[in-house]
């Protein structure tokens, strides 16, 4: 494992989901390394598994892409080794408790003696669609602009996280939210993920947070997808 440097600089990562196909198009547009994709996450909400995670992995190595690959773990059981490091989510709106706290207790019980807390960033996430595979797995309650603005000072001023995602997963977001989470906060990184399709989202999102997630598009359209990327106005 090689770590995974200044993630604070990251705009821009790609979602895979090991649950899902990946076109070859994708694949080698991916083992190009474009200079604007920071990072590459590999998770998923359903059907994950150690094997389709082990293998996506591998897929995106095979084809060529040597930058930064992580594993956001949703499952305690699909922990794989050939990442550079883990995103724990911890779920601050969850109905399901086991979502913010218990599943990484469980984790850190079985894992205590292997984990390289260098090689681990939490996110505080904050599920906005809940309608999503993530949301309705979690259940988690509706977020209003206030509940979004507290949820950002629990993150950061409370549990000290090092990231807040903003996950809107299969939908574009509320603009509006995002804003207000982005003034609230001070220096909590900002992930958002959430249905973007086309550059003037893209660019949308990318004035409110430091990193934007793209996901679904890279299944949905992956000609979209790669053109996103490559035309992607990093602002920096
Ligand atoms: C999903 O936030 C990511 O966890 C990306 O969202 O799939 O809607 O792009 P989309």
Not at 75 to 94: C, E, K, R, T
Not at 126 to 139: I, K, P, Y
Not at 164 to 170: A, D, R, V
């Amino acid at each position: 494992m090689k770590g995974f440097g200044n993630w604070r600089e990251w705009r821009l990562a790609a979602k895979f989901d090991p649950d899902r196909q990946l076109s070859e198009k994708v694949l080698v547009a991916i083992g190009h390394n474009n200079k604007n994709i920071d990072a590459v996450i590999i998770g998923g909400t359903e059907g994950i598994s150690f094997n389709n995670t082990w293998q996506l992995a591998k897929s995106l190595r095979k084809a060529g892409y040597t930058g930064v690959m992580l594993q956001e773990i949703s499952s305690i059981d699909a922990i794989v080794p050939n990442v550079d490091g883990y995103l724990i989510p911890m779920v601050l709106n969850a109905g399901d408790k086991k979502w913010l706290i218990e599943n990484q207790i469980a984790a850190i019980k079985k894992y205590s003696s292997i984990i390289n807390w260098q090689n681990i960033i939490a996110e505080g996430y904050l599920v906005c669609n809940q309608e999503s595979a993530v949301g309705r797995l979690t259940e988690s309650g509706k977020v209003t602009m206030e509940d979004a603005a507290a949820y950002t000072c629990l993150a950061e001023k409370l549990l000290g996280l090092p990231v807040l995602y903003i996950e809107y997963s299969g939908i574009y977001g509320d603009m509006d939210l995002v804003r207000r989470v982005s003034q609230t906060r001070k220096k909590i990184q900002l992930f958002y993920g959430g249905g973007i399709k086309n550059i003037e989202q893209l660019d949308e999102v990318a004035s409110y947070v430091d990193t934007v997630i793209l996901g679904n598009v890279f299944y949905e359209d992956p000609d979209a997808a790669i053109l996103l990327v490559e035309s992607f106005n990093r602002l920096d």
